[in-house]
Each structure stands twice: as structure tokens, then as C-alpha cells.
Nanobody
Framework: QVQLVESGGGLVQAGGSLRLSCAAS????????MGWFRQAPGKEREFVSAISRRGGRTAYADSVRGRFTLSRDNDKNTVYLQMRSLEPEDTAVYYC?????????????????WGQGTQVTVSS
């Protein structure tokens, strides 16, 4: 099973940018499609974005499409979530996750491995 570690979170003003990274270890990274989810205080965890095993396909939640870009570098075993034009509503703990199927699921249950999360706080 792959292990995942997120980094890159922090405090940023509205309109700013952050890049989150998720480093994988333990198994062949390119065997996994990758997803990002987020969970704000008092809310359920929600889908943000997903990318196929080789990076050729991506999917985004409507709330982030056009502002967030997901990419991966299989040579570095890392997936990147570039976040621009951040809004206070983007404040949440962001989690990366891995799934063996290559279907870009938006469902939490499709992912069997999760990182510990990284906090993103956007001030107004």
C-alpha cells in the first residue's frame, strides 16, 4: 500500500496562491489515481480534484474549477495542487488520497489510502 504525506498548507490572504504537495512512498506511484479532498470545520469532507495514473485526465469540483490545477510527477512520486485566487471559503484541511482504479472518483469511499492532511487558511 502507498503512504501519503501532504505539505504546503498555510495562511494566505484572499486572492493569494498556495501549492500543496503530496509525496507518496511504498508502492509504485503510477499504479494509483490521486485525489484531493478538503474538510472545513463543521462540514463533511468534500471532493476537490482528481488526476489519472499518468496525469492525462483531471477532474475538478465546480467550486474550484478554473482556480485550482492538479498535476503529478511520477518520477518524483508527487502530486501537486496549485491553488490560485483563494477565497475564505477555501479554508479547510486538505487531504490527498490514492485509489487503484483509474476512474477519477469524486466519492470518498473509492479511495483506500489517505494522508494526514494539511491546513489551508484564507483570510479575508
Amino acid at each position: 500500500q502507498v503512504q501519503l504525506v501532504e505539505s504546503g498548507g498555510g495562511l494566505v490572504q484572499a486572492g493569494g496562491s498556495l501549492r500543496l504537495s503530496c509525496a507518496a512512498s511504498g508502492r509504485t506511484f503510477s499504479d494509483y489515481a490521486m485525489g484531493w479532498f478538503r474538510q472545513a470545520p463543521g462540514k463533511e469532507r468534500e471532493f476537490v480534484s482528481a488526476i489519472s495514473r499518468r496525469g492525462g485526465r483531471t477532474a475538478y469540483a465546480d467550486s474550484v474549477r478554473g482556480r485550482f490545477t492538479l498535476s503529478r510527477d511520477n518520477d518524483k512520486n508527487t502530486v501537486y495542487l496549485q491553488m490560485r485566487s483563494l477565497e475564505p471559503e477555501d479554508t479547510a484541511v486538505y487531504y490527498c488520497a490514492a485509489e487503484r482504479a483509474d476512474w477519477l472518483h469524486s466519492s470518498i469511499s473509492a479511495y483506500d489510502t489517505w494522508g494526514q492532511g494539511t491546513q489551508v487558511t484564507v483570510s479575508s
